[in-house]
Each structure stands twice: as C-alpha cells, then as structure tokens.
C-alpha cells in the first residue's frame, strides 16, 4: 500500500521519539487524520509554541524566562542563554542547597513533594556505560563556577536514581564536586512508603536496617 | 512547579492521544524541548501537512487522492469527498470483491500480505457494546449504494477481528448485506502459523478441525 508521503513522513518522524514504535506512531497518525483538519492544526501550533521556550542557564530546566538575566557572565553553555527558571530566581528558596537530578521529570516529582527549597542541576540521562556526554561535563562545570562566584554551596543532593550505574557516578561526582559544598548527600535508601518487607529485595532490606531510624 | 502554558498545553494535547498517558506526554515534551528548535518545527510542520489528506469516497482510507472523481453522484458521505485511493481506482483490483475492515491499520497488514485482489471498505473500530455508530452505518449505506449502481459484487468479506464482538456483528453484518454479494465470507480460523497446538486455546482447535483442509 502507497501511503500519501506527508502520512509516512509523521508516522518515521513520530516512530523516532521515545517509546513509540512504529506501529503505535501508525495508529496515532490514522486518529489523528479521523479527527480531522481543525484537531491536527491545533496540536502542530502547540507544538510549535514550544519554540519559545527556553533554558534556564543555572538549572537547565525548560522556561518561559520572563526574568531577565541579573547579571552577566555567569559562565557559559545553552545557546539559549540568559534567563532563569521561576526557581532559580526565587529569592525565598536557599539557592545554597542544590540537587543534581537526571531528568527534567525527576524535578517535576521531587517538587511534588512541596518539600524540598533548594533549587537544581539537570545533569542529563546519566549513561549506562562510560562516561559523562561532553555537554554534561558542561553543565557541571556551570555549577562549579557558579559556586566558585557564590561562595561554597551547603549542600549538593545527588538525586541519581538508587541503580549501581546511579551509584558508580554518585561517587565520582563527590570526588568531583569535593570542594564545591560544604556537604554532599545522597537522597535515603530504605523501604518505599506502601511496600512490603515480605516482598523487598535484599538491597532495599539491607538498606532499610543500615539507616533505620 | 509552574510549568510554562506552552508546555502544559502540549502535554495535555499530547495526554488525549491515544494509548499515551501524562506521564509519557510529559517525557515527550521534555524529548522535543531537548531536541531544539527545527526540530519541533519539522515535527509541527509534518503535523500540518495532514491537513492536505483526503478519505476516499468509496474504502473511506486516507489518501492525497490526486485522481479526480470519475463519475458524479455516488452517494454521499465525507465532508472531504470527491477522490479515491488508489486501490478504488486501480483497474487491476477486482472492485467487485470488498473486505470490510475495522481500521486503517488492519488494511495495511491485510495489503502486506500481497494475497488480496479485491478492495475495502473501512467501517471504523466496532463498538465493544451496542449497535454501530451513525456515521457507521453511513458507511454501510455507501457501500450498498455504490453496489446498487454497479451490480451486486461477487462477495464481500468480513474482515472483522475473530472475537465475540467481532462475531456478533458479522452475523448481524450478514443479514444486512445479504443481497448486495453473491457470498459473503468470513477470514478463515484456526492455528496460527508458527504457533504450537500445547497451547492453543480450545476455540482456536476447535475451528482448526472443523475447518480441516
């Protein structure tokens, strides 16, 4: 079967992002020609609209930056420099206290919490094998040079996901970012709120009576 | 965490797609934000170009539907009438044999096959309860006119999912269109290819001896 072309071209484009395949990037394409010309205009102008969008310079968080830059000469990096996240310019969370999170949606769930006033690093998807990406080594030199400005942090969080990959780059960022806080913590280990002992691997047990309290 | 309009817009458009949540919605946008500007223009301007497709007037398929309209006054239908795919307008098919198909992508797998001469007849996904939606049985109105005007086809077969929705509705089907086609069929049943009768469900073995050849 000969699809239009502009059919196939949106199914390869959407096959391409994360966790959609082809096929489901087929479906979606034939639901979206069924709701018709209005509906499909209306999601490609919102998408669109993302254009305006840019990255805070000290977190990498995705932003609107309606605050202009406060002062210049931070260090350097996003091409799309020059704005600050409504955290990153809040002058009522300690921007002493910062916390290293993989992805942008890691944020997003620790903010959920509405328990934590310090502000953050988005480092990047953290490899599975080998090093840190040249543009993460970037961003982590953003941050040293912002301390180096600012006076040494009180505290980096690393918020890196509890996995052994997680624990191999915690500990070459403590050897990295030694000097740069005056504490440098990882988030807890233990039991998950809801969870059973019964069913708890034994890392998760271990941990629970190492940092029983 | 305020996320910008722009962004929560998009995930939210992005949320009511099919077979995608807000979590994954949300990861998408990320993804975009991160891939940069032409990229999310690409994608949006991909996106627009859906609004050149048309439905061809006989199988309902989207198509770009460059062959004029042979003949005027078929029946009625699509607000976007007027073209046909082209497998209604190929002279090599034998228009004469229709499969009613549930979706777009079961015509696909079916044209994958290579083994199917005949044409089609998209008749939208069948309701789990109840009877077939208006537009439906439009659908099926068009089809008995279109064979009213040209002679009764040679069959039509129900290219209905083998389950018990898909069974009671082509039996219903079968009364409907009793005197439009000289047969009406049914897809055969039995034993998958490459599948192990061990494991194969009662009903599965039960057809693959009834319908022993």
Chains 1, 2 share one sequence.
Not at 9 to 38: D, M, N, W
């Amino acid at each position: 079967m000969n699809l239009p072309s502009s059919v196939r071209k949106l199914i390869q484009a959407l096959s391409e992002l994360p966790s959609i395949g082809p096929r489901q990037a087929t479906r979606l394409v034939f639901y979206l020609i069924g709701r018709g010309e209005a509906h499909i205009h209306e999601l490609a102008r919102n998408l669109d609209q993302l254009k305006n969008i840019k990255i805070c310079e000290r977190c990498f968080f995705p932003t609107l930056g309606s605050e202009p830059r406060p002062q210049a000469g931070v260090g350097v990096i996003s091409e799309r420099q020059g704005v600050l996240c409504n955290i990153c310019s809040d002058p009522h969370r300690n921007q002493s206290v910062i916390m290293l999170v993989e992805k942008e949606t890691d944020l997003l769930s620790l903010e959920n919490t509405g328990r934590f006033k310090g502000r953050y690093l988005i480092l990047g998807p953290i490899p599975k094998t080998g090093a840190l990406e040249d543009w993460q080594k970037l961003r982590l030199q953003s941050l040293k040079s912002v301390i180096a400005k600012e006076g040494r942090a009180e505290e980096i969080i690393l918020g890196l996901n509890p996995t052994s990959v997680g624990d191999f780059h915690a500990s070459l960022l403590i050897k990295e970012l030694a000097g740069s806080a005056k504490k440098i913590s990882r988030l807890g280990r233990g039991l998950p709120t809801g969870g059973e002992i019964e069913f708890a691997d034994d890392e998760t047990l271990g941990a629970s009576l190492e940092r029983r309290s």
